[in-house]
């Protein structure tokens, strides 16, 4: 039986931004198929570059492992790997050369392997997989060991001679619970672990309910799961997690869904099934402000242990919502975060500036949102224009030589907008400072207030105050002397 090695091309070291966070979560989508390849009978090893110091690090696990294959199966629930980072393809390139130089077969499956294909097939690989993966990874490597066709396999792209041959497209899994779960031991738990104790006193693993997000917001590519939307039950869901927590004694999880309990009956179920089995952690979700607004969802979340909410909330106009088909109101952001509030759970807001159209009063209004609402926590970012997406092909004409980040701390406009990129960089920073800054002050008051309930986290966020405001107020000058300098 033909001998695996499954590796991704995410490197820690690689994202300056990430490293500093410290939050770093296991390759889930290179787990599950891992999995699938294991229940199919295949010898499976794995190569995590999570933690790895270079692309070359992968040459001692060739030697110790001998593969036949080596699978680069990038996390696909991960937003990190959609973003089509420029050090990782790098990195990734050079371990499909390395692999080849090994004599092994390299088959590819990754948002930026679908969006440039034909780059990855220049430097060595295989086979190249689209869209959703374990089944097309299965009957690919099913297809070498027999020697026969690719031709009939679906959802794949490899060369024949010069010729690129791309065959037709494979339809998603509607039954996510006849997946295995992920291949948890083959990775150093460990390590993880120990990252997150050691920052953050508690451990997160990242578990996934779904696949596939069906709203039509403009900007975002979905090259793996696309727009339709499957779930695993919560039955299977809460199975893992028992399972997870028996292994691991998790406290805390990530559901990295695009979009977490669309239907209220799904959240409303699995909040009795945590109760019923008496599962105790905490975690987190990304959703949007008007599926929260729907009868009990946000109760059962509070319920079922959620601790923090992240919304897509990107704009505080509504003239910007609507241009990217975002499907909700400012209204619905406002009453959603005061909803989050008031179950004692924290919301956190995902901003984007930059937009076609986006002026001044647009981001004014954005700030004004932020700080009318007072989120937890915001990840500011600005429009990046990905292949496939309804806004790449409105500004592709306007795109500038760099077409994709370096690293996620990259935050280069791209693309011809109504300001410079120096203005949007800046903004960046004077939004995290004002937002900071109004934290500090929020901290200050609570302890002038509460002297007997003061705790060193506290104290340093007051005490913060002294450099936050001020440096708000130098990045508001450099605003106003860009606007007038462009």
């Known amino acids: 039986m033909a001998s695996i090695l499954l590796t991704h091309s995410y490197f820690l070291r690689f994202d300056p931004k990430q490293l500093k966070q410290q939050q770093p979560y296991p390759p889930l989508g290179t787990l599950y198929a891992a999995s699938v390849l294991r229940d199919a009978g295949f010898s499976i090893a794995l190569h995590d570059t999570m933690f790895a110091r270079s692309p070359d690090d992968i ?43 090994y004599g092994c077969n390299v088959i590819v499956s990754s948002s930026d392997a679908t969006d440039h294909y034909e780059q990855y097939l220049d430097n060595g690989a295989d086979i190249v997989i689209f869209g959703e993966a374990e089944r097309t990874l299965r009957e690919t490597i099913q297809h070498f060991e027999a020697s026969t066709s690719l031709e009939e396999i679906p959802g794949i792209a490899f060369r024949r001679g010069t010729t690129t041959l791309r ?49 039509k917001c403009n900007w975002c590519a979905k090259p793996i799961y696309g727009n339709r939307y499957n779930s695993r039950s919560p039955q299977n869901v809460v199975q893992e997690l028992l399972e997870l927590q ?187 400072k004002l937002f900071r800054g109004r934290q500090a002050i929020q901290s200050l008051q609570n302890v002038l207030k509460h002297p007997s309930m003061l705790n060193s986290t506290q104290l340093r966020s007051a005490l913060s105050i002294v450099y936050f405001l001020p440096a708000a107020a130098i990045d508001k000058l450099r605003l106003h002397f860009l606007l007038q300098h462009p």
């Not at 990038?74 to 393809?89: E, V």
């Not at 037709?168 to 039954?175: E, F, I, Q």
């Not at 920052?199 to 596939?212: E, I, M, P, Q």
């Not at 008496?278 to 975690?283: E, Y």
């Open 167 to 215: 065959t037709a497209k494979r339809a998603v899994m509607d039954d996510l619970d006849t997946l295995p779960f992920p291949a948890w031991d083959l990775i150093d738990v460990e390590q993880y672990k120990n990252t997150w104790n050691k920052r953050y006193g508690y451990f997160s693993l990242n578990v996934a309910t779904t696949r596939g997000c069906p709203f």
């Open 246 to 432: 028996r292994r691991f004694g998790i406290e805390h999880i990530w559901f990295c869904d695009d979009i977490f309990g669309l239907k209220p009956s799904w959240v409303q179920e699995f909040a009795e099934e945590v109760t019923r089995t008496g599962l105790k952690f905490r975690f987190k979700i990304q959703s949007r402000a008007d599926l929260l607004l729907k009868s009990g969802t946000v109760e059962a979340l509070a319920k079922a242990g959620c601790e923090t909410i992240w919304m897509g909330a990107e704009s505080g106009s509504q003239k910007i919502l609507d241009a990217m088909d975002k499907g909700i109101t400012v209204e619905q952001i406002y009453e959603a975060t005061k909803t989050i509030k008031r179950y004692l759970m924290k919301p956190a807001l995902f901003l984007q500036f930059g937009y076609v159209g986006e002026t001044k009063e647009d981001i004014d209004a954005t700030v004004q949102m932020v700080l009318d609402l007072m989120p937890t926590d915001i990840g500011v970012s600005v429009s990046y224009p990905l292949p496939g997406t309804v806004f790449y092909e409105t500004v592709k004409q306007d795109l500038r030589t760099k077409a994709n980040w370096t690293d996620s701390d990259d935050l280069s406009l791209m693309f011809r907008s109504t300001y410079p990129p120096a203005f949007y960089k800046r903004l960046h920073r004077f939004v995290h």
């Open 59 to 101: 040459v001692a696990t060739l030697n110790s492992k001998t593969p036949n294959y080596v699978v680069l199966y990038d996390d696909g629930f991960n937003y990190l790997t959609k973003m089509c980072l420029t050090n990782m393809r790098e990195a990734a390139f050079r371990m499909i050369r390395l692999a080849k130089e």
